[in-house]
């Protein structure tokens, strides 16, 4: 099976000093996947075209035979008998001096990628994905030098997920890189006895597949000072714990993960057990920049009760991270108090918000009543259990043909359900306040104890489900919304 390998090309018709006028628009920069050998081109990776199409920097991916791949790295230390200590051919090792002859310069003569001047190989450098940068710095010298430029910091591994937790004796964090073709090239690999014990210790981790894991934890001791373990590819000794601690995460935590998250995307945060306070959310926005964090999975509660400040401070990491999607407090009931109208009204980026519980009695303690200008802040969901909120009941109708009137079909081809709502009420919910507000388009049924409203013009409905929970001498009256796209 061929290897992984880099041909650089480049053919430019300007001047050396013009070259560092890359990132305007005097250049064409193609990155091409190709398949040599068998003939088969791969679609392309990355594409940029600019004004002058006579200057080009090409770059391909071959994946060359068995004999050819080392051959393709354009190494000149290929000579002498039929067959070198590398295991290369005669033929094969003749083929690649030929086509790379060393200059003064110890480049290849042909080989003027490596001859840019550092701006330009930045410049092309910042088109690449940190998989593809670690391609071209195994084989290039002069790449080798670029891929570390904290130009290129905001390039990282993608699909990591963080876990920040409390343990017996202080507080860590592990960060897991996934496995995907994004980070096929990774570095730092487990052994697969590795992963079968860690599939085995946690079987969690089974579906994540995960390559590599870093893990850091630092305690104090007896004398008052901090002590700091880092370890790869292991279980930390100390067990996570929801017994708060008298002393705050220390800064060197912060550090740590500010290192490691330099090249390393999160894309995940589990904040497992650590303690909400004013200033977490503003260390992590700080340690975090750069990386596009779409979900944030929250565990139980062990800090300060939820301020205004604690608020604040979380909405403005949340609006910061652009790539935000999803935010679940389902397993965290005490959090469900971070989440009013204010902030529903701000969440304007997210897919998801989850702060659902079966427990009636807490959801109930910290509920809240939005007025009816929060309807249209409800429509960019498309799961959305937020069950302390409770709505006047005479509102659905009107958020059910709202959100209706704005679904697109054509981008939920391959879903039967586009989205789904819990929410509350403040009353018991009846038939009658549906049926005589449904309008002109729109159809209203019954359909196994469920309420359906559908839209006739192509079948998008949503199937209604109220039910209720005695609470305190109380009713809580919940709502169930699922939007469907029939085929």
């Known amino acids: 099976m061929g290897c992984l390998a880099l041909l650089i090309l480049a053919t430019l018709s300007s001047s050396t000093a013009s070259l560092v006028t890359l990132a305007d628009s005097s250049y064409c920069i193609h990155l091409r996947c190709e398949w040599r050998g068998g003939g088969k081109h791969c679609k392309p990776a990355n594409s940029l075209r600019h004004a002058n199409q006579q200057d080009l920097i090409r770059i391909s991916y071959p994946f060359l035979s068995d004999d050819e791949s080392e051959a393709s790295m354009m190494m000149t230390r290929a000579r002498g008998s039929k067959r070198n200590s590398n295991g290369i051919s005669k033929r094969v090792a003749k083929k690649a001096k030929r086509e790379e002859e060393l200059g003064a310069d110890g480049f290849g003569v042909n080989d003027l990628f490596s001859r840019l001047p550092d701006d330009c190989l930045l410049g092309v450098f910042k088109l690449l994905t940190r998989n593809q940068i670690e391609v071209v710095k195994n084989i290039n010298s002069r790449a080798l030098c670029i891929s570390n430029h904290s130009g290129l910091n905001n390039i990282k591994w993608a699909g990591g997920i963080l876990d920040i937790f409390q343990t017996g004796d202080g507080y860590g964090f592990e960060l897991e890189i996934q496995k995907n073709e994004l980070n096929s090239n990774y570095p730092l690999k487990r052994s697969i006895m590795e992963q079968v014990e860690r599939q085995y210790y946690r079987w969690t981790y089974e579906a994540r597949s995960s390559l590599y894991s870093f893990q850091y934890e630092i305690v104090r ?102 790539g935000m999607r999803t935010i679940d407090f389902k397993n965290s009931l005490e959090l469900s108090s971070l989440i009013n109208d204010k902030l529903i009204s701000k969440f304007g980026i997210l897919n998801e918000l989850i702060c659902y519980s079966t427990f009636p009695e807490r959801v109930y303690a910290c509920r809240f009543y939005p007025n009816e200008s929060i309807l249209p802040h409800l429509m960019h969901f498309t799961k959305l259990e937020v069950t302390h909120m409770i709505l006047k009941a005479e509102w659905i109708v009107k958020l059910c043909l709202m959100k209706l009137s704005k679904l697109n079909v054509k981008s939920f081809a391959y879903r039967n359900e586009i989205c789904h709502w819990k929410i509350s009420v403040d009353s018991p919910f009846n038939t009658d306040q549906i049926s005589r507000n449904i309008p002109t388009g729109f159809k209203y049924y019954e359909e196994s104890f469920s309420q359906v409203i559908m839209r006739k013009k192509d079948k998008v409905r949503v199937v209604i489900n109220s039910s209720h929970s005695p609470v305190n001498n109380a009713d809580m009256y919940n709502i169930d919304l699922r939007f469907y796209h029939t085929y």
Do not use: M
């Open 221 to 322: 001791t007896k004398e008052g000072t901090f002590q700091e373990k880092k370890t790869v590819n292991t279980n930390l000794e100390s067990s996570t714990s929801t017994r708060p601690h008298d002393w705050p995460i220390p800064d060197q935590l912060f550090v740590a993960l500010a290192d490691i998250g330099r090249l390393h995307g999160i894309e995940e945060i589990d904040t497992t057990t650590i303690p909400y306070t004013s200033d977490l959310w503003a260390k992590l926005e700080e340690v975090l920049r750069g990386n596009s964090c779409r979900k944030i999975v929250s565990g139980r509660l062990c800090g300060e009760p939820v301020t205004d400040e604690i608020r604040q401070s979380f909405l403005s990491f949340v609006q910061k991270k652009k």
